[in-house]
Structures are given as structure tokens and as C-alpha cells.
């Protein structure tokens, strides 16, 4: 596993919960193995979040379309019908209403948008894993169900884990458009792993069991979620990065050493934004605007026959049985 500065327990675990840490602590103490189970059950589990009033505006004033994501119900808005488009992807526990204020700019200037609740957020459906719980490769299979529908992209803004979602379809073989920008991109998730167990009052057993145990399941190292550790035949796009010197979610420094691993990424850094209202600021839509405008005219040409309905299904007979039978029948193989 790839080493990284400790980062801050996320923000859906508030430090005030101390029912739950005493009790993790008293269960990791005498059962190592199930606590680790319940970690990965409060890691694996988004909250779902409402859209503001203003958020909600712009959402209806788009098309709403469904999408089929391994047999659930994604949920996307589409505003305009000319010209190539721009995906918005939201993060972790967030929703579509969170990327509004590129909206109607996008469209000022000769864009066709389209923004998407992941599974397990918003409006959309649980995805198969049940209830809140989802990862970022169904984040990743979303993108791409909702990509082909278009015939031409020519960017994509993604927030957060969104950043992260991406990188995974990317690594799937997925081609992404010729321009990207990630806004807070939460680039290292191992590095949260130690601020989320203090949250929730994991042990260092705890801790060793639930890291080795996610990786079995999904087959790939931590590292492989690490957009840094993208092989350089996938840093061909240009690359905007936007990060607050003030997240507190996310630091700086992700987006820092993701910025010197791609060839072609700029890094534009704001103050007194924190993690979501960077969303909102208006000299941050307007650098992303011209950064699309400077970008070349060629643009991605979706194809409509790749569809990766399936291709998550092993992962997910695989997450109901390890939740099943928890970490101990794994730790035996």
C-alpha cells in the first residue's frame, strides 16, 4: 500500500458520535474480525443528501432521463441539445444539484450538459450492494452507461471521489474526453483510513484486518484507487485542478501530488472555499470555462456499444458474501 500522510476522518463521521467508538473499541478488543466487518459496512455506506432549493431549481429545469446501472435506476439531468458535452460527476455523499453553477454557464457558451445521481445517492436507486452501501466502480460504471447515450463529449467536471470514480473507469479502458477537471479530487483514499478508525474507534488490528479484507474483495491493492499510480498512457488529457487551501475533507496536498504526475495538468488554488463551496464560486466556473475554451476542438466520441452493465456483477456477488460470512471466511483462504 502505497504511504501517505493520515488524513482527516470524513466528514459523515462525526467525532461527537462516542456511542460508536466505545463500542468499536469494546468489539475490537474481543473480536477483531466482526469489527472489521462493521468497518467496512460504515465505509462502504454513502449518505444520502438533499439538494438546496436553488440546487433543486436548476435540476428541474433540466430533462430528466434513467439510466440502467447494473439493474438499478440512475437518475441524470440533461439541459440543451447543441453542441458536444460536459459531464458533471459529483462525490461521495454528494448529488448532481451540488455541480449547478456550471449549468447554465456551460450552456452560455455552446455546451450540451449533463449531470448524474451515482447509485446510492440522490435520486437514483441503491445500487446492488443494498441500502447506502456502494464504491466507486459503480460511480465508474454510471459514467460510462451515461457517456455513451452522447454522441460527442468534450469534458468532464468531477468533484471529490467523483475524481476518483473516473480514474477507475480510465483504468477499465475507458477513454475519457479530450479535457478534464477535478475539483477537490480526493486522489489518496488510503490515506483516510487512519483518520476514519479514530473516528469511529477502530484498533490497529481492526484497522489491518478491514484493510486486507477490502482488498481481496475488490481484487486490486489500495494503490489501484490512487489516481496518482494512473499509468502515463492515461495522463494524455489535459488536466485542470481545482483545490481549496482550506478543505478540510481533502487537502491540499492531494491535489498537489496529483498535479505533478500528470504532463499536462494545471493547478489553480482558492482560499476560504473548504470542499463544497468551491462548487459555487464564480471565478472557479469561469477558469473552468476557459479552460474549455483554450482546450483543442477535437472532441470524444462515445460508443454506444460498450455498456458495462455486467461487469461489476462478480464485485458484488462477492460483497454479499463477504458481508455474509465477514472477514473471517476470507482471513481462512
Known amino acids: 500500500m502505497t504511504s501517505h500522510p493520515p488524513q482527516p476522518a470524513p466528514a459523515w463521521i462525526a467525532p461527537s458520535r462516542r456511542l460508536l467508538r466505545a463500542g468499536m473499541r469494546i468489539l475490537g478488543a474481543l473480536n477483531p474480525t466482526y469489527a472489521a466487518n462493521l468497518m467496512n459496512r460504515l465505509w462502504f455506506s454513502a449518505p444520502r443528501t438533499k439538494p438546496r432549493a436553488a440546487d433543486q431549481a436548476v435540476l428541474d429545469g433540466g430533462e430528466r432521463l434513467h439510466f ?9 439531468w440533461a439541459w440543451g441539445n447543441d453542441g458536444p458535452t460536459v459531464i458533471l460527476l459529483h462525490g461521495w455523499g454528494g448529488h448532481a444539484g451540488q455541480m449547478q453553477a456550471f449549468v447554465a454557464p456551460l450552456l452560455d457558451a455552446g455546451f450540451r450538459v449533463i449531470a448524474f445521481d451515482a447509485p446510492a445517492h440522490g435520486a437514483s436507486a441503491a445500487s446492488r450492494l443494498g441500502k447506502r452501501r456502494v464504491t466507486f466502480f459503480e460511480f465508474a460504471d454510471a459514467l460510462q452507461i451515461v457517456v455513451s447515450g452522447e454522441s460527442s463529449v468534450a469534458g468532464i467536471i468531477a468533484h471529490s471521489g467523483g475524481c476518483t470514480a473516473l480514474a477507475l473507469a480510465m483504468r477499465a479502458g475507458w477513454t475519457p474526453p479530450a479535457n478534464i477537471v477535478f475539483v477537490a479530487p480526493f486522489v489518496h483514499p488510503a490515506a483516510s483510513i487512519e483518520g476514519f478508525a479514530q473516528a469511529i474507534g477502530a484498533n490497529k488490528r481492526v484497522v489491518a484486518e478491514f484493510s486486507k479484507g477490502v482488498e481481496r474483495w475488490l481484487g486490486h491493492p489500495w494503490s489501484y484507487l490512487d489516481i496518482t499510480t494512473l499509468e502515463p498512457a492515461h495522463k494524455q488529457q489535459r488536466l485542470l485542478v481545482i483545490h481549496d487551501v482550506e478543505d478540510k475533507e481533502v487537502p491540499l496536498a492531494h491535489a498537489r501530488t496529483l498535479t505533478a504526475s500528470w504532463p499536462a495538468a494545471q493547478l489553480m488554488v482558492t482560499r476560504g472555499l473548504g470542499h463544497r463551496r468551491v462548487l459555487r464560486d464564480s471565478a472557479v466556473v469561469q ?28 464485485l458484488d456477488q462477492a460483497y454479499e458474501a463477504f458481508v455474509s460470512h465477514g472477514f473471517a471466511v476470507s482471513a481462512r483462504r
Open 287 to 314: 477558469e473552468v470555462l476557459r479552460f474549455f475554451a483554450d482546450g483543442p476542438l477535437t472532441v470524444f466520441a462515445a460508443t454506444p456499444e460498450y455498456l458495462p452493465r455486467d461487469s461489476r456483477s462478480g
Open 68 to 76: 440502467n446501472v447494473h439493474g438499478r435506476k440512475v437518475v441524470a
